[in-house]
């Protein structure tokens, strides 16, 4: 035999020989993940984590699922002075509250007719409607905070906050 077939002999020999004990790694794994899966609780907490810990499909925020509604979407809204007020409005909740969380869905059209009629009535000095969104923040709370039942709304947030002025000829 040549040195060539005898160095690729045991070439192929060595490349046997590591395949089969990276199976066998693979199997020994495999079957200790199983044991140990059978084996521990339920709610056990996990043996290793990485970053962010998950439960229940969702990232927690501050120790609380909160959460961001914002199902008012953009609301268009005429104002006495007849220029358009374009709104959009949100507030934090928490996911956890289930009950509330179906009081707000089923209260949209609620909390938009309270913002129409808020923003609506303002009174305009010199022909024009001047918004102080403090104030409107504060009032849109309390209006709304009188509506729900189940719970309450801790902070209100504008965005989108634009008032689109009329031009008569």
């Known amino acids: 035999m040549s040195s060539a077939s005898l160095s690729k002999e045991k070439f ?17 794994l495999i079957i200790t993940g199983t044991i140990t899966g059978l084996v521990r609780p339920r709610n056990a907490a996990p043996l290793i984590s990485f970053g962010n810990t998950v439960q229940n499909g969702q990232t927690r925020l501050h120790g609380d699922d909160v959460r961001v509604y914002s199902g008012l979407e953009r609301l268009r809204i005429t104002l006495s002075d007849s220029s358009i007020l374009i709104l959009s409005i949100a507030f934090p909740y928490s996911a956890n509250d289930t009950a509330f969380s ?3 869905s089923s209260r949209v059209n609620d909390f ?27 009032e849109l709370l309390n209006r709304y905070n009188g509506s729900l039942r189940l719970g309450r709304i801790e902070i209100i947030y504008f965005s989108d906050m634009m008032v689109l002025e009329t031009v008569f000829n």
Not at 15 to 26: D, E, G, N
Not at 112 to 138: M, R
């Open 12 to 28: 192929t020999r060595y490349t046997y020989i590591v395949l089969l004990s990276i199976i066998a790694l693979l199997v020994v």
């Open 102 to 104: 179906e009081e707000l």
């Open 112 to 138: 938009k007719i309270i913002a129409y009629d808020y923003f609506s009535t303002l009174p305009s000095s010199s022909g024009k409607v001047q918004i102080d969104e403090e104030n409107a923040k504060l």
